[in-house]
């Protein structure tokens, strides 16, 4: 029987990785181009965070507010970065998401050859994975961190128990994990898990350096936070999860389980494999506990809006490397290992493209498509300057360049600081204050987040609204009062906006 150390023992060259590699790179691209991918709405917060960066004018969304209304201050930098380059938000975004999967993928290859091929096909095989990876969001370079840091934990283990090394974690692995947290929040849990694997390390004063290095871009960054932003903990998080009990909990539960049951033949070939190397005390152990760790931060966050299982994106790679290491592992010839892997293949696939799944992900797909043109014909239209209470702060925000209230509170401090009881309403959309919202004054508030094919009446307007914050507003006399619907003729429609009155009522 083969063994996950024997594998590591015999490392493929470098060249040889690299070719492996580039058939999942393009496997990738094809997959995405035949299943329709494109950025959601919630990248063009990404983009105007980092178009603001490259314009010098901070990591703000609106001028002169400091709110941390986005995820990976690594992804906002990456993209920002692109800005500098004269490469468009969108596109920029774009990239930093596919190249962080393509080079996820090549990192699989690159540590671990055949079986890492075998996973990286896996991984193209389940939809979330290649869905997400061209959305021009987080998830595919925070699941890149992910995959990194423990093939990097795996090959340190490897060689200091081949007595290769003084130290089981080294230190550049140390600051690999500790740096996870920069891409997504929930990187603290691999700092934790690999604080936790590595006990013997933390024996002597010598040996505390390397978790020292590990939490210090943790340090780092909380300090830089709360200096800048003057908070501890993202805006995003008191938005989503602050307030947060047992039925948000509930909720994140069965939002795991039914990214479980999508990813099925994945979960049950891991679980096999976990049970195998959890009773050797193997190395591959590593990936099985940070697998759970953040399984148990979805619960935590109490799961998510979009389709497509985005939450669980980031440790589909180690599923995948898992199953991958079981079907290498079995005592029958190279032939048969081979079906497995394509069998395995094959039923991912199967699972993971659950139709109903895949037609709500299209049409996030078509509304941040519809919203963007809404921006450009509202900037064409009304011309710049102007401000805007929303809850859709992507695309038409960007677009415009307006000042903008978040009215679920993903961007406003006061809105994200609500004592609301998480876990009853819509995920992610549960706080919101229209009195607030009403007494900051925009000009425009959009509670219509559709193309109309028609005009219709006012009163009509107000009945055909949907969204608990936009119902809210709807329903408050003070709006009714001080705005007025005006309706914006666009190329397929009309935009239903309503514009306050100047000098009152």
Known sequence: MQTDAGHARRSPPLILSLLLGAVPVALLFLVVRHLGGG????????????????????????????????????????TAALVTMGIEAPVAAWWVSMGAAALSLVALCLFRGAPGLCAALLAIAAAPFALWAS????????ALAITISVLMVEADLDRW?????????????????????????????????????????????????GPLIGVAPVILLTL?????????????????????????????????ADSGIALAPLVLLASAHAWR???????????TWITVALAAGIVFEGGDHFPMHRLAVPFIPLLCLASSRL????????????????????????????????????????????????????????????????TNAGAIPFRTGWHTIDMIGLLDRHIAARPVRLGHGYTGHEKYDSAYVLNREPDFILIHTWIWRSIVSGDEALRRVSGDANLDMSHAPRFRSTYYLRWLAMPNGFVALYERRRGGP
């Not at 989503?240 to 939002?255: F, H, I, N, S």
């Open 39 to 78: 950025l959601i709405d919630d990248a063009f917060i990404f983009c105007r965070y980092a178009a603001n960066i490259a314009a010098g004018q901070g990591a703000v969304f609106n001028s002169g507010e400091r709110v941390e209304g986005f995820t990976s201050p690594a992804h906002a930098l990456v």
């Open 135 to 142: 959305t021009g969001m987080d998830s595919s370079l925070f």
């Open 161 to 209: 128990r081949r007595g290769e090394s003084p130290s089981p974690i080294s230190k550049r692995t140390w600051f690999a994990a500790g740096s996870a947290v920069i891409v997504r929040p929930e990187g603290i849990l691999l700092l934790m898990i690999v604080i936790a694997i590595a006990p013997r390390h933390l024996t002597s004063i010598r040996g505390v350096g």
């Open 224 to 256: 830089l936070r709360g200096a800048y932003y003057g908070d501890w903990v993202p805006n995003t998080f008191r938005a989503k999860v602050g307030g947060g009990g047992v039925d948000l909990w509930a909720r994140g539960l069965d939002y795991l």
């Open 277 to 287: 190397v959890l009773r050797r005390r193997e190395t591959a152990a590593v990936g």
């Open 327 to 390: 079907i290498w592992s079995l005592d029958v010839p190279g032939r048969a290992r081979s079906v497995a892997a394509a069998a395995a293949v094959c039923l991912t696939a199967t699972c993971s493209l659950q139709p109903a799944m895949l037609e709500r992900f299209r049409l996030e797909l078509t509304l941040a498509r519809t919203w963007d043109s809404m921006g450009r014909e509202m900037l064409r239209q009304l011309g710049s300057g102007h401000s805007i209470a929303l």
